[in-house]
């Protein structure tokens, strides 16, 4: 029987998270200060030092284990399971979705409770002058 041994390229699961982050060679590389063939040379890399990996995983915006035990597999399976059973996204299955910015709408709110008081102020000052 032949047993098969899991590829653990560092190099290469550091290419996708950065891919999957939507993350360009360039982005990386300046917030690693080093040039982009760097980052190339990196994600060509089978193995990656733990100071650099620390680095890498910072700017990328995880852990370190993280990129050490990432899997396509593994990121594809929780997205096929995931389902939101929350008050604001409804039962399982309903697919609502936000259709507006709700910073847009407070702003909308509080722009609406200014022009009621400037209303309000008028209506005294009318008052007042009788």
């Not at 929780?78 to 407070?106: E, M, R, W």
Request: hydrophobic share 35%.
């Amino acid at each position: 029987m032949e047993t098969t041994t899991k590829n653990n390229h560092l190099g290469r699961k550091i290419s996708r998270i950065r891919e999957l982050r939507g993350m360009k060679q360039e982005t990386l590389a300046e917030e690693l200060g080093i040039s982009q063939q760097a980052v190339s040379n990196i994600e060509n890399s089978e193995k990656v030092d733990d100071a650099k990996l620390e680095e890498i995983a910072k700017a990328l915006g995880v852990t370190k284990w993280a990129i050490e035990n990432f899997s396509d597999d593994a990121v594809f399976n929780y997205f096929n399971s995931f389902s939101d059973n929350s008050i604001n996204q409804g039962p399982i299955g309903a697919h609502n979705t936000c259709n507006f910015n709700p910073l847009d709408k407070v702003v909308e709110l509080y722009e609406r409770l200014v022009q009621a008081e400037k209303d309000k102020v008028a209506y005294l000052e009318k008052l007042l002058n009788k």
